[in-house]
């Protein structure tokens, strides 16, 4: 049943690693909170670094009836970005734009065990309207590498590309610290450079924390 299946790559998910990150950020993070609750500005400042490390589980998604493959898995993605404008706009919508940079790292182990390694450069929007909690867009694209090619009848080659688009939240525990959540869309292809080609689409649901340095 799909229930069961679902819930059978949830609980093989939560590796140790997993759970340490979790609770971590379940447990010790809300004490930040509570040790600094001054107001926090709505914007970062232009020219700040921000680093974040997040996690999450991949999920298929079929889009085309050429993508058979349904792989479960996991990912964890360190992140560095740069804050490039002042706030643009005005209302609901106000924010700003930053520039940075992601290594993501995945496990799938379901129907096959494989693993994949890729850099992807990425803009992100972050609203600034909202006060400690920050909605935000993000996308990028990069190579990837990953065992599967060969593996799967989507794609033929290890050497790969990645593109994909996601939106969430933060919201700011302390002046520098922040809980991040949100939902991406993954699309892996060769580019047409080899055949087959039909690519590979994931969900992945993540959360995460970040840190907003120099």
Known sequence: MPFLRAYSSLRAYFSPLTLKLGLIL???????????????????PVGSHTFGLTTG?????????????KLFGEALMPSWRITLTEPIGAGWYQGQLALGA??????????????????????????????RIGPFVEAGGGPLWTDLG????????????????????????TPTWAL????????????GTRSPNSGLNVGLPFIGLSYQGF
């Not at 379940?26 to 970062?44: D, N, Q, R």
């Not at 589980?57 to 493959?69: A, E, G, V, W």
């Not at 060969?150 to 525990?173: I, K, T």
């Open 180 to 191: 991040t959540a949100g939902y991406r869309v993954m699309h892996i292809s060769n580019g």
């Open 26 to 44: 379940l447990l010790g993070l809300p004490a930040l909170h509570s040790a600094h609750a001054e107001e926090l500005p709505f914007a970062t």
């Open 150 to 173: 060969g593996r799967v009848p989507e794609q033929a080659g290890q050497f790969n590309f990645l593109v994909w688009a996601g939106a969430g939240a933060s919201y700011h525990m």
């Open 102 to 131: 992601e290594l993501i790292a995945f496990h799938t182990y379901e129907p096959i065990k494989a693993y994949g390694a890729g850099f992807t450069p990425k803009l992100v929007y972050t609203s600034t309207t909202f006060g």
């Open 57 to 69: 589980l991949l999920f298929p998604l079929r889009i085309l009836s050429t993508q058979s493959s």
